[in-house]
C-alpha cells in the first residue's frame, strides 16, 4: 500500500458552495453553505472550515468529522455589501493527515447590488400626490362659498 493510501481525501469545488438568497442586495444577510467531501478511506475528524471574502477570513467552523465516502456541512452568516466579491472556501484537515490537499479550496464571484434605503422617486411622487390633493380641496372650498 503507498503511504497515506489509508487516509482522507477532502475535497470542495464551487458547486459545494450554495449562497442563499440568489439574488443579494446590499444589507442583506446570505448564509453561505458548505458541503465538504470526502474521497478518502477512512473518516475525517475535526475538519477545519474558513470562509474567506475578498481575501479576508470572515469566518470559520469546524465539522466534528466527515464520512470516508460521504460529505459534511457548514453554514455561515455573511452580510452583504454591495459590490463584486470572491467568495472562497478552504477546509483544513486538523487531527489527521489526508491524500490530496491541492483540492482543498474553491471560490465562487458573488455581484451584490446596490438599493437606496429610500428611493428619492418615491419622494418625488408623495410630494406631488399631497400638492395636487391641496389644490383640489381649495378649488372645492372656494367653489362651495360662491
Known amino acids: 500500500m503507498p503511504v497515506g493510501y489509508y487516509s482522507p481525501d477532502l475535497n470542495i ?23 465538504v467531501r470526502n474521497d478518502g ?14 481575501g479576508v ?8 468529522s466527515v464520512p470516508m465516502n460521504g460529505t459534511g456541512q457548514i453554514a455561515f452568516d455573511w452580510m452583504a455589501v454591495t459590490g463584486e466579491h470572491q467568495i472562497m472556501v478552504e477546509v ?3 487531527s489527521t493527515g489526508e491524500l490530496d490537499e491541492s ?8 455581484e451584490v447590488a446596490f438599493v437606496e434605503s429610500f428611493p428619492g422617486w418615491y419622494l418625488l411622487v408623495a410630494v406631488m400626490a399631497v400638492l395636487l390633493a391641496a389644490v ?3 378649488a372645492v372650498i372656494r367653489k362651495r362659498r360662491k
Not at 478511506?41 to 475578498?54: E, H, P, Q, T
Not at 477570513?57 to 466534528?64: H, I, K, P, S
Not at 483540492?103 to 458573488?110: D, Q, T
Open 92 to 94: 483544513i484537515p486538523i
Open 57 to 64: 477570513e470572515v469566518a470559520n467552523g469546524t465539522l466534528d
Open 41 to 54: 478511506r477512512i473518516n475525517a475528524s475535526s475538519v477545519k472550515v474558513l470562509l474567506i471574502v475578498d
Open 103 to 110: 483540492n482543498n479550496n474553491a471560490s465562487v464571484s458573488l
Open 13 to 35: 469545488t464551487s458547486d459545494d458552495i450554495e449562497i442563499t438568497p440568489p439574488d443579494l442586495k446590499d444589507g442583506d444577510e446570505a448564509q453561505v453553505t458548505v458541503t
Open 136 to 138: 383640489v380641496i381649495v
